[in-house]
């Protein structure tokens, strides 16, 4: 279970972003607060938040000018305390001409939840205008277990938090300024924090917006996390922030009684905010393969393992073909990102065929759900315990809750532009 905890009191300047053990009367029961002045809580000034120069590579696939990116989408998830992975029915197979419904708070039930337990996600149209369009965002977000010692379900927060920014990046208006990842994360926080039904909670955060040019746009906030693999190799990884082991940024409401009594105990609050995420930018090409996850998958499979992983699937479809020049992409992705599409053998027991997004998606949350409960090989987490604590005897991997969403882009010709 993670903690909350708060950083230590100082008149210092800007949050450093290391990692820093904190003392017994140091850790609080309490995370960032909501801003706004409807809760009376006082928010610290921004802390020192990085962004990532674009990545840059040689061209690749298609080049047509008039050609447009599309988005093939796929999640899938499985909660900590079902054993019975099935990816079958763990799995959502995104449509971008599903219109996004406002959520209206408290009226939502639990029993319609995806069982993810306290992960969530979200995938929605950027804008509601034409699904033709083609830009995407979506993201998870992970809820912090430590809320559950003070009587509040973690899953409460972490599902309306992916609720509201699908509603924010759906609703955005068309024809005016784009909005960023930031701005629908914070968009989604905002409703979080004026969600009457949202006593308490917390959650680290990560969003993702796919642009009409084959732009990507992430921010990330705390231990959930993304990796772009392109053409067999590990093309950019997201870090984790964290501000102690197994403490990592997060968004949360922490009622005014809380707040009180961690200051009664010398403590300050720490105030993570949307603002505090990391924004990476990237330039996506063709065949790219975008993976977002929460912790259950980073806290136990390495990077090279999702690789092979999904190396495995694309190069056993014919999505990546191994050649003399090395790796490529097939020019035509179409016949596997079409459910109609499917081959026999990827048609589950129910008949119903899968598309390739979805298959990376049940393939990764499966060796990660394998790992989890795997006590003899060691995973990342394993290792992290014995960087910080060199004593202690943590072998095999984490169960956890684990989420996953997949977007495989393909580059497709554009219609061609008659000349007068």
Not at 135 to 147: C, N, T
Not at 180 to 192: F, I, L, N, S
């Amino acid at each position: 279970m993670r903690r909350l905890t708060c950083s230590p009191s100082s008149s210092s300047g800007p949050r450093i972003r290391e990692i820093q053990k904190l003392s017994g009367g140091q850790k609080l029961r309490a995370a960032a607060a909501c801003g706004g002045a409807s809760r009376g809580i006082q928010i610290r000034p921004s802390s020192t938040s990085s962004t990532r120069p674009p990545a840059t590579a040689a061209a690749s696939g298609p080049s047509g000018g008039n050609n447009k990116y599309v988005y093939n989408v796929a999640a899938s998830y499985i909660a900590k305390g079902n054993p019975n992975f099935d990816p079958e029915t763990h799995v959502f197979h995104f449509n971008p001409y599903n219109r996004v419904q406002p959520p209206k708070p408290g009226k939502k039930s639990k029993s319609s939840r995806p069982d993810s337990g306290q992960d969530a996600f979200f995938v929605s149209r950027l804008g509601s205008g034409s699904p033709g369009a083609g830009e995407v965002a979506l993201g998870v977000a992970d809820g912090v277990g430590g809320w559950m010692d003070s009587g509040v379900d973690p899953a409460d927060f972490s599902h309306a938090l992916c609720d509201y920014m699908a509603a924010a990046a759906y609703e955005q208006p068309a024809g005016g300024n784009a909005l960023t990842a930031r701005q629908v994360m914070q968009k989604g926080y905002e409703a979080v924090c004026h969600d009457r039904t949202i006593k308490a909670g917390g959650s680290t955060a990560v969003v993702a917006l796919l642009r009409e040019k084959g732009q990507l746009e992430v921010a990330n906030l705390g231990d959930s996390g993304f990796i772009v693999l392109r053409l067999n190799g590990v093309h950019a990884a997201s870090e984790p922030q964290i501000h102690a082991f197994n403490t990592p940024f997060q968004l949360s409401v922490v009622p005014p009684s809380m707040l009180l009594r961690a200051a009664a105990f010398g403590g300050a609050q720490l105030m993570d905010q949307p603002r505090d995420a990391e924004l990476s930018r990237l330039q996506l090409k063709h065949g790219d393969v975008v993976v977002l996850a929460t912790d259950g998958v980073w806290d136990n499979l390495f990077n090279q393992d999702i690789l092979r992983i999904v190396s495995r699937r694309m190069i056993g479809s014919g999505a990546w073909t191994t050649t003399d020049s090395g790796v490529q992409v097939a020019p035509d992705l179409k016949p596997f990102t079409g459910a109609e599409n499917s081959s026999t053998e990827e048609k589950g027991s129910s008949g119903h065929g899968h598309t390739l997004q979805s298959l990376l998606a049940t393939d990764i949350v499966g060796f990660a759900k394998s790992a989890s409960r795997n006590s003899r090989l060691d995973g990342p987490f394993a290792k992290e315990v014995r960087k910080y604590y060199p004593h202690e005897a943590w072998h095999g991997g984490k169960e956890d809750d684990i989420c996953v969403v997949v977007a495989l882009v393909s580059e497709e010709e554009g219609p061609i532009k008659a000349k007068l």
